[in-house]
């Protein structure tokens, strides 16, 4: 599967977590979606060249003779990912669409289309939805061209986004180009979305106006795609990315698996506000985590497109299955949903 | 938003139905999403020519130039699409994916690539939704490239595929293409989904094993998009099609109504096993209702790919808004979830 975008902010499970931990789980089904036998290609489950199938933020696929798309998904599910107490359905809308919209800013890549899936429980302000999402489509220039509509006694929202790869440009980020020697940076400081939860909980009931620390409830309930972010990474020939979703440990150890490497970490930047857990763990920041062999390229090109610079955090290692900061050794972490 | 597919077949809500209907939904968010101030078009709103959004079966996206993609997603909810009392989980993954893939039957066309966004409660058999996907995809020669994963209360399986419309041919089959005159068929009986759900039920716990009734039950467990048909019936020159999902008596009237068209019903042809108003109203039955102003092109097309042959049930009218059997005015029904 691609990124499981579940949301490192440990919201409240609507239920006691269970035994199997979802990297058993896509492990599963990854083995029942690429076996060879159920596959009609030439090489029996591999994908074509070019081609990235499960595994990765966004799918890539070729399409047609010289198109290739990108295709991810992701869910939001009421009292799991987003908490109808503390956002406002706009919010949830909105953060629905952000999320999966992340996987292609992961790839350097641009939306193109969306479809919405709503399963809903009666009661539900759908036009609150309807705008969050239009509202989050507009601002990355995406179409919702379709979705479906279903009772259910939990709010779920699925987002399906599809988007063509750049003819002739470099191929998308995937998680699995970085090599030893690489460095590691972040498009911003990590923890905000953490520490926006944190207040917004802490606040009681009517903290749900998030009047306190207004960027960081943002942050939150309004996640931006790194867009511009990915695809200068992409074009200035950065070896790898991903998103940060499930936290940034969680999300080091994806890149880090995927690649082959090792990390060794100088510094985590944490936000104003958030705490050094929040920044490490706390997850849904949505930043860019990004490997380059060529990081002068990474920082003259961040500022040629007047982004913000990019965050220096390490340098990737032969050292497979370690990961370091300031030269102590680290627990992969995040958040894993439990079935 | 595409065909709600929402299941004609009167599963067991898990509450109270609340005062709104689908339909209503749909229009709000249509009008959320296809707001011109939200769209980048040119057009302001208008999808551009060959492009259609919103209110068929499948999304039709112009994606590269030359190169006209087709999206469709659908959603399976536990308790209001599939009881797991009376269906395996292998019977559920292979209906969520097929249901989805019967959009692009209706469309006549072919699908390619799926996206799977799981979101399952504590102890559910992830292996046997997996096994039950992955043999749809096969069936239907479709690869799963991603997906998501979730913990929450209750099982909901989205499915999102995506395609290409053939190069050269006939466009995609559309709901909106039928004109008066035009004559209608279906591909095969209708009921037998809903005619195999009344008899697990009735059969008691002890009944799920299905061995009453093998082809019923099976037709509710296990839908099969009719793809040879549908891309049968667009090389045709079939002028419109939709798949019946939410029953037949609901279909037409949705094509009816994005075709401008009224409908004299001569027949409907009740699958052996199943009543009357399980043909006209059950849905689920995933056969396809196809429009043509060249039946003897149809009903020669279909025996020319060995399919059986198109049943007629009526034509086209001019009467905008009226749909008669044998002469009678019939109410336009079907199920329709209610929020």
């Known amino acids: 599967m691609q990124s499981p975008n579940s949301g490192g902010a440990p919201d409240r499970p609507t239920h006691p977590p269970g035994p199997v931990d979802e990297s058993a789980v896509i492990a599963l089904l990854r083995a029942r979606f690429e076996a060879p036998a159920r596959l009609g290609t030439p090489d029996g489950g591999v994908p074509p060249a070019g081609d990235t199938w499960i595994g990765d933020d966004a799918a890539v696929v070729g ?28 919010d949830i ?22 479809l919405v899936s709503l399963a809903a429980p009666p009661g539900t302000d759908f036009d609150g939805l309807g705008a969050g999402l239009a509202e989050a489509a507009e601002e990355v220039g995406c179409v919702v061209v379709g979705g479906d509509l279903s009772e259910s006694p939990v709010l779920v929202v699925s987002t399906a986004v599809v988007g063509v790869a750049e003819h002739g440009g470099p191929d998308p980020l995937l998680r699995s180009g970085a090599r030893p020697g690489h460095r590691l940076f972040v498009t911003g400081p990590l923890g905000r ?15 749900g106006s998030g009047t306190q620390a207004p960027d960081l409830v943002r942050a939150h309930r309004r996640p931006v795609a790194r867009l511009a972010e990915g695809d200068t990474s992409r074009r200035s020939g950065a070896s790898a990315a ?37 920044a490490m763990s706390g997850g849904e ?26 965050l220096p955090i390490g340098v990737c290692t032969a050292d497979l299955g370690h990961l370091t900061l300031g030269g102590v050794e680290l627990p992969a972490g995040g958040w894993l949903h439990r079935f």
């Open 63 to 90: 399409l047609a003779p010289g198109v290739r798309a990108l295709m991810a998904t992701d869910l939001v599910v009421g009292g799991v990912h987003v908490d109808g107490d503390l956002s406002a359905p706009e």
């Open 93 to 114: 809308g909105y953060k629905a669409l952000m999320v999966t919209v992340s996987d292609f800013a992961a790839m350097g890549a641009r939306p193109s289309y969306a």
């Open 193 to 207: 979305s953490a520490a926006g939860l944190r207040i917004l909980r802490s606040a009681g009931p009517e903290g």
């Open 242 to 278: 991903i998103d940060i979703s499930d936290g940034l440990l969680a999300d080091l150890s994806h890149l880090a698996v995927a690649s082959g490497v090792g990390v060794d970490l100088d510094t985590v930047p944490v936000a104003e506000g958030a705490s050094r857990g929040e």
């Open 285 to 310: 920041d949505y930043e860019l985590l990004v490997a380059t062999g060529a990081p002068d390229h990474l920082v003259e090109a961040f500022a040629s497109a007047g982004l913000a610079p990019p």
